[in-house]
């Protein structure tokens, strides 16, 4: 299993986990074809409400799944602790890989925040990576999912169809 990872800052942090099961070249494929004529990427939160409409609705007919973990409070202590679950959640369960949207500046944090949770949960098999957002379409969905959940009303309602689980923490 692949699974790749964006946050997005509303009222609580959220943190997205999209979970490939087999190879995601046909997905990348997909998400590639939803940029128009000279975009590098997708970027959720700059889009119109009918591309984001669009958007979503491929992300739900491509079938992903996502699990998303939220927690209030500081941004740091936040990422840390879903950051944290999301390991003791996929890592006994077979991840391989785990890529995470590059905060450049802030990476070393996550480092330290993996490295101790895969001491605790993991099975020397999953290796993490962090990677910009036009280096990995697969970091789009879990934008585009985390934005909609954060959003909340119609937007939650529309990824609702690829969420396995919503894992509130730090209450």
Not at 9 to 24: H, I, K, M, N, T
Not at 109 to 126: F, P
Request: with cysteine.
């Amino acid at each position: 299993m692949h699974v790749y990872v964006d946050e997005s800052e509303r009222q609580d942090y959220l943190l997205c986990a999209v979970l490939v099961p087999g190879s995601p070249d046909p997905l990348r494929s997909a998400l590639r074809a939803l940029c128009r004529p000279g975009q590098r990427r997708v970027h959720f939160a700059k889009e119109n409400d009918a591309r984001r409409r669009a958007i979503l609705a491929e992300l739900v007919r491509l079938g992903l799944r996502a699990r998303v973990y939220t927690s209030p409070g500081a941004v740091k202590e936040s990422r840390e602790l879903c950051l944290a679950a999301l390991v003791a959640d996929v890592a006994p369960a077979g991840a391989r890989r785990l890529i995470l949207e590059s905060r450049e500046s802030m990476n070393h944090l996550d480092v330290l925040t993996l490295d101790a949770a895969l001491r605790k949960h993991g099975t020397g098999q999953l290796e993490y990576q962090h990677l910009r957002p036009h280096e990995e379409p697969m970091l789009w969905s879990a934008d585009a999912i985390a934005w909609a959940v954060g959003a909340g009303g119609d937007w939650r309602r529309r990824v609702d169809p690829v969420l396995v689980e919503l894992v509130r923490l730090g209450r």
